[in-house]
């Protein structure tokens, strides 16, 4: 590991070049494009280049109602849509206090945490691939797909979900749902070790992690940092615990801690809270209660006068939702603060003087969507 101090202090102007990550490179896994200045093998300074695919959310929930808005939620961060989508119907339920039906907050849970989990498998799948292992994508996409067929069977969707609903669900789980799930949570815990034996205690794997990319838990405060990066640098900070919602509280799980902060210490936070979303899904099965899925909603939404927000633990960590209401159909002021735009703003500090593979090695370990950056 070098330490940005280390970097040769005498620049050779013919070793001192300018290298374009970007928009479109398999290194960034989406159009983000990360200028580099070089000193030879090591990076001077990594300037990331957001913008490419903005979208406009923010100003388009403000040119819609709430109800129209909420299908947008599926497509910030696409791998995240389901705590997106239940950061946006808390928001409006918090406003309107609205009661939402226990077995509608405990399928909401159950429904996050599978998804969840299979945007860690995706995170995990393309992080390998950078490295240079290509057999665990086809391991971590063969289990996703037993995530997506359940999900696809009372969502409709297998990608950008609109499943949750201001007061409640779109429609309830059925027993197929429930036994398929119980399935995919006993088939998951053996693969899970099985991962650890193939890649996590991989000698290669360790010498490419281990001491790469260290970030302190002052910088992740610096920037706003959340989700695995913090609790990968010893901070215990997780929007279940921290702000408790839904009916997260009365789960009994573990936050996942490493204080190394170093590359492989937020990898492991990522593989051991698929495990604890496993342990969660379970306790909600097990404790599904009966009734309704849909609380009493207004006919017409109309937020009385003021200023809410709602957080949600999302995969990539603390994801919030500001809204201002004038009592209008449309909401006056939409404000997202999505993990990945916090995550990103420590890349240009935390890879000054690594080398140029540890770099692309601690980009990875962020876990970026760039639609969730360029919102």
């Given at each position: 590991?070098?330490?940005?101090?280390?970097?040769?202090?005498?620049?050779?102007?013919?070793?001192?070049?300018?290298?374009?990550?970007?928009?479109?490179?398999p290194?960034?896994?989406?159009?983000l494009?990360?200028?580099?200045?070089?000193?030879?093998?090591?990076?001077?300074r990594?300037?990331?280049?957001?913008?490419y695919?903005?979208?406009?959310?923010?100003?388009?929930?403000?040119?819609?109602?709430?109800?129209?808005?909420?299908?947008?939620?599926?497509?910030?961060?696409?791998?995240?849509?389901?705590?997106?989508n239940?950061?946006?119907?808390?928001?409006?339920?918090?406003?309107?206090?609205?009661?939402?039906?226990r077995?509608?907050?405990?399928?909401?849970?159950?429904?996050?945490?599978?998804n969840?989990?299979?945007?860690?498998?995706?995170?995990?799948?393309a992080?390998?691939?950078?490295?240079g292992?290509?057999?665990?994508?086809l391991?971590?996409?063969?289990?996703?797909?037993?995530?997506?067929d359940?999900?696809?069977?009372?969502?409709?969707?297998?990608?950008?979900?609109?499943?949750?609903?201001?007061?409640?669900?779109?429609?309830?789980?059925?027993?197929?749902f429930?036994?398929?799930?119980?399935?995919?949570?006993?088939?998951m815990?053996?693969?899970?070790?099985m991962?650890?034996?193939?890649?996590?205690?991989?000698?290669?794997?360790?010498?490419?992690?281990?001491?790469?990319g260290?970030?302190?838990?002052?910088?992740?405060?610096?920037?706003?940092?959340?989700?695995?990066?913090?609790r990968?640098?010893?901070?215990?900070?997780?929007?279940?615990?921290?702000?408790?919602?839904?009916?997260?509280?009365?789960f009994?799980?573990?936050?996942?801690v490493?204080?190394?902060?170093d590359?492989?210490?937020?990898?492991?936070?990522?593989?051991?809270?698929?495990?604890?979303?496993?342990?969660?899904?379970e306790?909600?099965?097990?404790?599904?209660?009966?009734?309704?899925?849909?609380?009493?909603?207004?006919?017409v939404?109309?937020?009385?006068?003021?200023?809410?927000?709602?957080?949600?633990?999302a995969?990539?960590?603390?994801?919030?939702?500001?809204?201002?209401?004038?009592?209008?159909e449309?909401p006056?002021?939409?404000?997202l603060?999505?993990?990945?735009?916090?995550?990103?703003?420590?890349?240009?500090?935390?890879?000054k003087?690594?080398?140029?593979?540890?770099?692309?090695?601690?980009l990875?370990?962020?876990?970026l969507?760039?639609?969730?950056?360029?919102?």
């Amino acid at each position: 590991m070098i330490a940005s101090n280390d970097i040769p202090s005498r620049t050779n102007p013919q070793e001192t070049f300018v290298l374009n990550l970007g928009p479109q490179h398999p290194a960034t896994h989406g159009v983000l494009r990360i200028k580099m200045t070089m000193n030879g093998e090591y990076v001077t300074r990594a300037e990331p280049v957001i913008g490419y695919i903005h979208r406009m959310h923010e100003k388009m929930g403000e040119n819609r109602t709430w109800a129209q808005f909420l299908p947008n939620t599926g497509r910030i961060d696409y791998l995240s849509a389901l705590h997106y989508n239940h950061a946006f119907v808390g928001v409006v339920e918090r406003a309107l206090r609205l009661e939402v039906p226990r077995r509608a907050e405990y399928i909401r849970v159950i429904t996050s945490e599978l998804n969840r989990i299979s945007s860690h498998l995706v995170w995990w799948s393309a992080f390998l691939l950078d490295l240079g292992g290509f057999t665990p994508l086809l391991y971590a996409f063969d289990d996703r797909e037993k995530i997506l067929d359940l999900l696809e069977g009372v969502t409709g969707s297998r990608l950008t979900y609109c499943y949750f609903r201001f007061g409640g669900l779109c429609n309830d789980i059925d027993d197929e749902f429930i036994k398929g799930t119980r399935a995919f949570v006993a088939q998951m815990r053996p693969r899970l070790k099985m991962y650890r034996e193939l890649v996590t205690d991989n000698i290669i794997l360790r010498k490419r992690l281990e001491g790469i990319g260290p970030i302190s838990a002052e910088m992740c405060r610096k920037y706003g940092a959340t989700g695995p990066v913090i609790r990968g640098s010893g901070v215990a900070y997780d929007v279940r615990r921290s702000e408790p919602y839904s009916v997260y509280p009365e789960f009994d799980f573990e936050i996942p801690v490493f204080p190394e902060g170093d590359s492989m210490a937020r990898y492991l936070v990522r593989m051991e809270e698929m495990a604890q979303s496993l342990r969660i899904i379970e306790q909600a099965l097990g404790k599904l209660p009966p009734g309704p899925v849909m609380g009493k909603v207004p006919r017409v939404l109309k937020l009385p006068p003021g200023d809410y927000c709602y957080a949600v633990e999302a995969a990539r960590g603390r994801f919030l939702v500001r809204t201002v209401s004038d009592h209008k159909e449309i909401p006056y002021r939409v404000k997202l603060r999505t993990p990945s735009f916090s995550n990103l703003s420590l890349y240009e500090e935390a890879s000054k003087g690594m080398m140029l593979p540890d770099a692309l090695a601690l980009l990875g370990s962020l876990d970026l969507v760039i639609p969730d950056i360029d919102r």
